[in-house]
Structure formats: structure tokens, C-alpha cells
């Protein structure tokens, strides 16, 4: 067995285009390199953190394919850190929770932070990878599809809805709505749409505003709430109904 590795990087394939980054985030040394062992293979890349301010500085800063959490950690526990995951950075990453805790009421808490599966300890190193996998899986199958309040789209085909009913979008105004809703809640600048339609950040400012008008009035035949917000001199962003 190895030695617990520090909450830094820990590089095991050569080839990320093909491997799945994981961030472990546990306090038990002996847990955690275990784990670094038996998934010390080419397809997964892993970082560990031993604690949830460290877990927390790792994803706002990195990407990742999953999250395995342990619940009882030193200062912010997996609960806590599962909800601010969700709610601070908005992340939809998958996470799974490792716990002792095996009642009902545990699992209930801990699907109510926003994790996504529950593993009980102690648990077989390949019932975590098969977990692990099955969770990566379904993410990678919902990466096609964007979804903000009531609109769903469709990336590969450029398809959209709007209370499951079908949005009949010119490919500007598709290629618009992806954009905003790939930047939800974030504001996207007059530069940014710009470059989507024609690819020049220095275009017409009234044909852009012209783009998004026909894009709202799309919108809004098919649902009463106005969520596109124009930010003055800046862009414009998406929101939900009932949002400001």
C-alpha cells in the first residue's frame, strides 16, 4: 500500500482525453490510499482532499467527472459541503457520499444536500468503481441536454422546448439560446453573442438586438414569463421564471 497523498494533483493517466478525473474527499489515510491503489489505473486521474475547505478551493478551480465524499469530515462536513457544491458553485457534478451512517434519515440528508448516490462503510473497492462509473455514465448522457426552468434543449440536434412543447428556432436563434442557457445564471456580453452569430465580436449592435427580440417573442408565444434580461451597455442573461 502507499502513502495517503496530499490534497494536490495526483496525475495517474497520461491521456485525459480518455480518463475520468475523481476528487476523494476523505480524511481516513489508510481509506484513501486504498482507494489510490485499486483505481491507480490508466483510465482514472485522481486528487484528494483530506478536509472541506480543500475540497471546497478543488472545485471552484477544477473540473471533474465525479465526487466521492465522505461524510464526517474535519471542519466542513460532507453534508454541508454536498449543499454548497449545489447551491454556492452550482455545480451538477456527480457525488457520491461514503458514510458509516446507514439509517433512512442519513440517506435522506444526504440526497436532500444534492448527492446523488450513497455508499455505507466498509464497502468492496469494486462496488465503488462500478458506483463511481454508473454515475459518470448518466452524466455523460445528460451533458447533451441543457435544461434552465421550463426550456430544454437539445445540443446535437439544436433542438428546443418550452413546457415540453417544441420551439420553432432559426439556427441564430438556436445557436443564442445554447449559448445563454450554457451560461445561466452568468451574464453573457454583447462581444460573446456577437461571435456566436457571426463571428465577429464588433458587429452591429442593433442586428444582435434584433437576434435577441426574435428569440424572445419565440419565448414568449410558447410561455408568459419574459427570461431573457437585457443588462444595459453590458449583455444579456437567462433566468427563470420568477427570477430577477
Avoid at 68 to 90: A, H, I, S, W
Avoid at 110 to 127: Q, R, S, T, W
Amino acid at each position: 500500500m502507499g502513502t495517503s497523498p496530499t490534497p494536490s494533483t495526483v496525475p495517474l493517466s497520461m491521456n485525459p482525453t480518455e480518463s475520468l478525473r475523481l476528487l476523494l474527499v476523505e480524511d481516513h489515510a489508510a481509506l484513501t490510499a486504498n482507494v489510490f491503489d485499486y483505481l491507480g489505473e490508466d483510465r482514472y486521474e485522481l486528487d484528494h482532499a483530506a478536509d472541506g475547505l480543500t475540497a471546497l478551493h478543488l472545485l471552484a478551480t477544477q473540473t471533474y467527472d465525479v465526487v466521492v465524499l465522505d461524510v464526517m469530515l474535519p471542519g466542513v462536513d460532507g453534508f454541508t459541503l454536498c449543499r454548497r457544491l449545489r447551491e454556492d458553485l452550482r455545480s451538477t457534478v456527480p457525488v457520491l457520499l461514503l458514510t458509516a451512517r446507514d439509517s433512512i434519515q442519513d440517506k435522506a440528508q444526504g440526497f436532500a444536500a444534492g448527492a446523488d448516490d450513497y455508499l455505507v462503510k466498509p464497502f468492496a473497492m469494486k462496488e465503488l468503481e462500478l458506483r463511481v462509473q454508473a454515475l459518470h455514465r448518466r452524466e455523460r448522457g445528460l451533458r447533451d441536454m441543457l435544461e434552465v426552468g421550463p426550456i430544454r434543449f437539445d445540443i446535437g440536434q439544436q433542438r428546443a422546448w418550452i413546457d415540453g412543447r417544441i420551439l420553432d428556432l432559426p439556427p441564430s436563434a438556436a445557436r443564442l439560446l445554447e449559448v445563454l442557457m450554457r451560461a445561466y445564471p452568468r451574464l453573457v456580453t454583447h462581444e460573446e453573442l456577437s461571435r456566436v452569430i457571426w463571428g465577429d465580436a464588433e458587429s452591429d449592435a442593433n442586428a444582435l438586438r434584433t437576434h435577441v427580440s426574435a428569440l424572445r417573442k419565440s419565448l414568449t408565444q410558447r410561455h408568459p414569463a419574459d427570461m431573457i434580461r437585457a443588462m444595459y451597455g453590458r449583455g444579456y442573461r437567462l433566468v427563470k421564471p420568477g427570477e430577477e
